[in-house]
């Protein structure tokens, strides 16, 4: 049955216009954030540190951020998405043709996290591509394709967070308005809280271990200075396995429990 419903969700994805409006979307965004940076490389051409910032590494890590510009349109089209399930019945109907609320909640989150996944790694390869025809690789050391392999698999760690989240508060609510009121108030009340520490000051260390806030993971990632401390790395690794994990494990448990009208 989980087949069933796994084949049943990806079939109705295929034939969701918002599929295609995704890919439109991601599209524009990367020509256009391209046209800006070249825009700003012209105007500074003479200037010696801006050559050195723009280049196709940050145009990679930045099409890759969920929670930015294109990124956060399609987090905020797969809550539109998982909000159909519960407007037009779906969910309804698979439990009634035998399919457990645990194998439709599974397969929904599957789903949807392969589709984040496809059009956030379409963006960045072709975002890549386009500032590749101007900048430079920005990878100064190592392999470039290694390079930017390491910052790929980063990437996608970073936005898994965010997709479970989206998804646990859509099946939580069952509404599209509360879901996506929820999850926007939870971006931005991450996003304050990331900036805080750079307000007060606060030691190294704390620093490290403030990692388990998806905002600072972020904008360490589009820094890279995640790399540069290991520590703030595995922080980041374990928090987004751990929030990830438990969203997944108490989302479902909830889902099993819940009033379906």
């Known amino acids: 049955m989980f087949r069933k419903s796994l084949r049943a969700d990806f079939n109705r994805l295929k034939k969701d216009n918002l599929l295609w409006i995704s890919v439109i979307v991601v599209s524009a965004f990367a020509l256009f954030t391209f046209l800006i940076y070249l825009l700003i490389h012209n105007l500074t051409a003479d200037e010696e540190f801006m050559p050195a910032v723009i280049t196709t590494l940050t145009g990679f ?10 990124g956060l349109i399609i987090l905020i089209m797969s809550i539109v998405l998982l909000a159909k399930d ?14 457990k609320r645990r194998e439709a909640y599974f397969s929904s989150l599957i789903v949807t996290y392969l589709y984040v996944v496809a059009i956030m790694t379409f963006n960045a390869v072709l975002t890549a ?3 590749s025809t101007t900048f430079k690789s920005g990878v100064t050391e190592g392999n470039v394709f290694l390079e930017f392999l390491k910052y790929y698999g980063v990437g996608i760690l970073l936005l898994t967070p965010w997709v479970v989240i989206a998804h646990f508060l859509t099946y939580l609510t069952k509404s599209l308005g509360l879901a996506l009121g929820i999850t926007l108030g939870v971006y931005f009340l991450l996003q304050i809280l990331a900036i805080i520490p750079q307000v007060v000051g606060v030691s190294d260390t704390t620093q490290i271990y403030m990692h ?26 374990g928090s987004d396995v751990c929030i990830s994990g438990l969203l997944i494990f108490l989302g479902s448990f909830l889902f099993s429990k819940a009033n379906l009208k």
Not at 61 to 70: C, D, I, P
């Open 86 to 99: 519960f407007r037009h019945g779906t969910i309804r109907n698979k439990i009634i043709v035998g399919i």
């Open 61 to 70: 890590k930045s099409a890759l951020n969920l929670t930015n510009n294109a």
């Open 129 to 131: 591509l386009l500032f």
């Open 212 to 237: 388990i806030n998806p905002s600072i993971q972020t904008m360490s990632y589009t820094l890279g200075a995640i790399f540069e401390e290991k520590k703030a790395l595995w922080v980041t690794i």
